[in-house]
């Protein structure tokens, strides 16, 4: 189990890749982050950027989301259709406080434990940690399952 957050998934579509494209691209928008303006949007699920067979997504949110998913999606082309490649991992900063905090709780559990003796507050640090671990994974998850709703609705899967 990797100690970071990710999910890979296959999807396949009787689609071609350019009817793929097309319709991600109907409910995705190339967002300008340093603009403000919520009416934007409106009928986007997806703010992202795609390519010719890729494409790099997240879900559109109204407040901050530490642990939204980034989903990576690479698109083939079969005779039949299209195969779609999806990795949901955290976006990198989130991932840069999830291991800073687990480290440092873990330090703090040590550190408590072993040098000032107080298990009390080793435990509570070991257990903040562990809580905000479970909490990244469960919350992460959570997201997942948003995503591959929409994912499925737009291939009719």
Not at 41 to 70: C, E, H, M, W
Not at 75 to 96: D, N, Q, R
Not at 126 to 132: M, Y
Request: hydrophobic letters at 45%; charged letters at 20%.
């Amino acid at each position: 189990m990797p100690f970071f957050p990710n999910h890979s998934e296959v999807l396949v579509s009787s689609w071609t890749k350019e009817e793929v494209l097309e319709r991600v691209d109907l409910v995705t928008r190339d967002a300008n982050f340093l603009e403000y303006e919520l009416e934007k949007n409106k009928g986007y699920q997806f703010n992202g950027t795609l390519g010719r067979d890729s494409f790099r997504l997240s879900l559109v949110i109204t407040k901050a989301d530490s642990f939204l998913p980034l989903i990576k999606g690479k698109l083939e082309s079969t005779p039949k259709g299209c195969i779609l490649f999806l990795h949901y991992s955290l976006f990198p900063g989130s991932v840069f406080f999830l291991g800073f905090w687990s480290v440092m709780t873990l330090i703090l559990a040590i550190f408590f434990a072993m040098v000032a003796g107080n298990f009390l507050f080793s435990g509570i640090s070991l257990a903040v940690g562990i809580g905000n671990y479970l909490f990244a994974w469960n919350h992460f998850k959570r997201k997942i399952k948003i995503s591959q709703e929409i994912f499925h609705e737009l291939l009719n899967l």
